[in-house]
């Protein structure tokens, strides 16, 4: 692995485990700017309403399996099995980064939102509420 591909998995892998175990100041500090995340749910421009949805999501998870993971020198791909307290079960996931000067600066993430659509207001950020 290259120093930037380590730089990249350090990064990514940062803000992976910090943002499942809820440590929402650990995931920010792996966040650049601009950031943009997006998901089958919603999308965000800024890191604050990105990681306003963290708490939420981190209450409902029960369990995280590491797949795979592929880094590059500004990109990563990583591809785990969530498992959830919900109707939903466990949900197969991949999420893709680009990062700029070490930060992540973009999220896609990927997965079947279909068992997800009963619980969909509730998983939505509310718009009108302060994003933390």
């Known amino acids: 692995m290259t120093t930037s591909q380590e730089q990249t998995r350090r990064a990514v892998r940062g803000y992976h ?3 499942f175990r809820g440590d929402v100041p650990a995931a920010a500090a792996h966040l650049g700017e601009p950031f943009r995340f997006e998901s089958p ?3 965000s421009t800024d890191r604050t309403g990105h990681l306003a949805t963290l708490p939420g999501f981190v209450s409902i998870v029960t369990g995280v399996d590491l797949i795979s993971e ?8 990583l591809l785990y099995d969530v498992h959830t307290a919900t109707s939903a079960g ?3 996931t991949a999420e893709h980064f ?3 000067d070490g930060r992540i600066v973009s999220i ?4 079947d ?3 997800w659509q009963p619980m969909r207001a509730e998983i939505e950020p509310d718009p009108g509420a302060p994003a933390g």
């Open 113 to 115: 939102a279909s068992p």
């Open 70 to 77: 592929l880094y590059g020198d500004a990109e990563a791909t």
């Open 98 to 100: 680009r990062l700029e």
């Open 90 to 92: 466990t949900q197969r």
């Open 108 to 111: 896609t993430l990927v997965f």
């Open 41 to 43: 749910f919603f999308s």
């Open 17 to 19: 485990e910090a943002r």
